[in-house]
């Protein structure tokens, strides 16, 4: 103890020295998955006037599980103690968005 100590030392954080939750890099992977889907199985669905076939359906439900997946991968991320969180974050922004987009195409799907 330093002399004249008042015994309420103040814990110093760094943020920048934290390393990366391990977790984070799993998701933001799969998210890129998902997301490449996504923007393929769109892009036929486009060029096809609507007439997409049964494969893209599957990349589709495909591109939906990825999203699921990395959500969990996502979560399980943030519970990583002492870690930065940022591509955990990125990745479940980005799977919440994948997941609101595609229940979107489909409830339009059902209404036309």
Do not use: C, P
């Not at 890099?25 to 997301?35: C, E, M, R």
């Not at 591109?63 to 870690?83: D, Q």
């Amino acid at each position: 103890m330093k002399a004249f100590s008042s015994g309420k030392e103040k814990k110093k954080y760094s943020y920048i020295k934290k390393k990366f939750a391990v977790g984070g890099f799993y998701a933001l992977g799969v998210t890129l998955i998902s997301l490449l889907l996504l923007f393929f199985a769109l892009l036929q669905g486009i060029s096809t006037a609507g007439n997409a076939g049964v494969n893209i359906g599957a990349l589709g439900i495909s591109s939906i599980l990825m999203a699921l997946m990395s959500l969990k991968f996502a979560v399980e991320a943030r519970r990583e103690e002492n870690r930065n969180y940022i591509f955990a974050l990125i990745s479940g922004g980005a799977d919440i968005t994948v997941i609101l987009l595609w229940t979107a195409i489909i409830i339009a799907g059902f209404r036309s």
